[in-house]
């Protein structure tokens, strides 16, 4: 059971490059979000999907798109990289409704982004 | 803007010692998560509190809240080396938890 699959680990862009992080979960999780994590700083969300076919912004989305064709996949994908996300990203998923109790969240290893 | 502030932002302590972090927050919760991160690794969930429960133990770990001061702590007794690392508080509004709003972080070294 792999988990939450986070590709690349690393990565450096140049300005204005595109470029997408892929994340890929094999526990059949409905709900899947990506964070992005600064220095001195928690976890800010910029997009999340409580499903195939459905995506939401969060707090941070701007210059981020994503989509969720499968269940399995959620790539985040960056259009024009600007120097300000430079950064470390996390996927993250879990079990979508029915519930009658909160759902434990797994967290990915993240993706190590630089743009010069 | 960020949900939660964590207080210390930083932690040193003697291994054995108990380390006690605090967070609060600003708008209503369903819950409120603690995790963990080792540097250079992705967050590891520790424990749970919902918002109708004041107190939750795991292990060595005990977590608060007091939603009417909205705010939680969270204490680790015995503190032993492997410890150290950032630990993050983080708050849903649902029980789907899939936006979570977390803290600024609280930096704890154990020292040897």
């Known amino acids: 059971n792999a988990g939450v699959t986070q590709t690349p680990k690393f990565q450096v862009l140049k300005t204005g490059q595109s470029m997408t992080l892929q994340c890929a979960q094999d526990m059949n999780h409905e709900y899947m979000s990506w964070y992005r994590q600064d220095p001195g700083m928690g976890l800010r969300l910029i997009h999340y999907s409580v499903g195939a076919g459905i995506t939401d912004q969060g707090e941070v989305p701007n210059g981020y798109n994503v989509s969720r064709s499968t269940t399995e996949d959620f790539p985040l994908r960056l259009l024009s990289a600007a120097p300000s996300q430079t950064s470390v990203y996390f996927c993250?998923?879990?079990?979508?409704?029915?519930?009658?109790?909160?759902?434990?969240?797994?967290f990915g290893e993240g993706s190590w982004l630089t743009v010069v | 803007s960020q949900q939660g502030e964590e207080d210390p932002q930083a932690l040193s302590i003697q291994e054995g010692e108990n380390a006690t972090m605090n967070c609060s927050y600003k708008t209503s919760i369903n819950n409120l998560q603690w995790y963990r991160q080792n540097s250079g690794r992705g967050l590891v969930h520790l424990i749970l509190?919902?918002?109708?429960?004041r107190e939750k133990h795991s292990g060595r770990l005990r977590v608060t809240l007091d939603t009417s001061k909205k705010s939680s702590s969270l204490l680790i007794t015995a503190s032993r080396a492997a410890d150290t690392a950032s630990y993050f508080c983080a708050t849903a509004s649902n029980f789907g938890n899939e936006k979570l709003t977390f803290g600024t972080g609280t930096r704890l070294t154990i020292i040897p």
């Open positions: 509190i919902r918002s109708n429960e």
């Open positions: 993250a998923s879990s079990y979508g409704p029915p519930s009658t109790s909160p759902r434990t969240i797994y």
